[in-house]
């Protein structure tokens, strides 16, 4: 196994807290046991597979880095109550198993079968948490218990689903990262006197929580519409956009979210690429559109801080506010 204790001095040497109780959970679960994929860039703190499915999309364990921080906001102690949407390999599951003990009780719940299979191999010695498929995130599981706690969501989505806010618990909360695919906020959302009130812990770019959502494929209106909206925000911030170019993109934003919710992307279905509604559009906002599609490719792609990697020794400080997944 290599170096975790190096990694988690480097990692609270770039700001991200380790409690005591993270530190000994992360020192003692080994990320080998919970993928069959080379795990070195887990201790240089990047995401590492544990499976990909036969449409070719690939699910990751996150990185260290992301692991601790959402450990520390799930604020967890011995005897908790913890419900974890998506398996992430089954690796904080154990994590968070570890924590809150014999006593306590972990539920994972995942749309996809092949992932709780994984994660069922992958926990069989852990008697604690129990792992189920779900349906779809949009269906409460079968026979649940109706009480939710402390719920951790380790993928994207657009939205919590009714079932999880109508068993939350005065007191309460959820930690996901909510948003469409391009971009999301890592929201705290807790229930306080009937009502779920938000907390913003700062931007994130997680994968979906259903792998299949994540299957490669051509992207549709609404999606290239999300990307230039961060694309716009990000050139905004940056000064790289003049008054006339961000008026053709919040018009091309606009023509694109009025196309048909069932038209295909680009390259499905009948229509010719050239005659494609989508393609169409982009040509008409050109050169705006052409000039800014290398910052879309960048959102599209995104660098991800890795606030434990190696090297991260040379840095004298940091305030560790930029992570990502």
């Known amino acids: 196994m290599a170096d975790i204790a190096g990694l988690l001095r480097r990692l609270e040497k770039g700001g991200i807290p380790i409690t005591p109780s993270i530190r000994d959970a992360m020192l003692e679960v080994e990320i080998e046991d919970f993928t069959d994929y080379e795990t070195e860039p887990f201790y240089v703190d990047r995401p590492v597979p544990f499976m990909e499915t036969d449409a070719g999309a690939m699910k990751t364990i996150s990185a260290p880095h992301m692991v601790a921080t959402l450990l520390h906001h799930m604020e967890l102690k011995s005897g908790e109550d913890v419900t974890i949407l998506g398996a992430k390999g089954g ?17 994972v719940l995942d749309p996809s079968i092949d992932a709780v299979v994984h994660v069922r191999q992958r926990l069989t010695h852990w008697p604690t948490v129990e792992v189920r498929e779900l349906e779809s995130i949009d269906v409460a599981p079968v026979a649940f218990p109706g009480e939710l706690h402390r719920v951790l969501v380790t993928g ?27 971009s999301q906020q890592l929201m705290k959302m807790e229930l306080q006197e009937g009502e779920l009130m938000p907390t913003d812990l700062g931007p994130v770019s997680f994968g979906p929580v259903d792998v299949r959502q994540g299957e490669p494929g051509p992207m549709n209106a609404d999606e290239l519409a999300d990307m230039i909206e961060l694309t716009i925000q990000t050139c905004e911030d940056l000064g790289l956009i003049e008054d006339d170019e961000r008026h053709a993109m919040q018009d091309l934003i606009v ?15 009948a229509i010719p690429m050239e005659e494609h509604p989508m393609i169409k559009l982009m040509w008409e906002a050109a050169p705006s559109f052409f000039r800014l599609w290398p910052m879309l490719q960048t959102m599209i792609h995104p660098n991800l801080a890795q606030p434990g990697a190696e090297d991260w020794d040379d840095f004298e400080e ?8």
């Open 91 to 107: 690796y904080i599951a154990a994590l968070v198993a570890k924590i809150v003990g014999e006593h306590g009780c972990v539920r």
């Open 156 to 182: 994207q989505v657009n939205s919590l689903p009714d079932w999880m806010v109508e068993r939350m618990v005065e007191g309460g909360f959820v930690l996901a990262p909510l948003g469409p695919k391009t």
């Open 255 to 269: 023509n694109l979210r009025d196309l048909p919710a069932d038209l295909p992307p680009p390259g499905e279905g």
């Open 318 to 325: 940091s305030d560790g506010s930029d992570f990502e997944l």
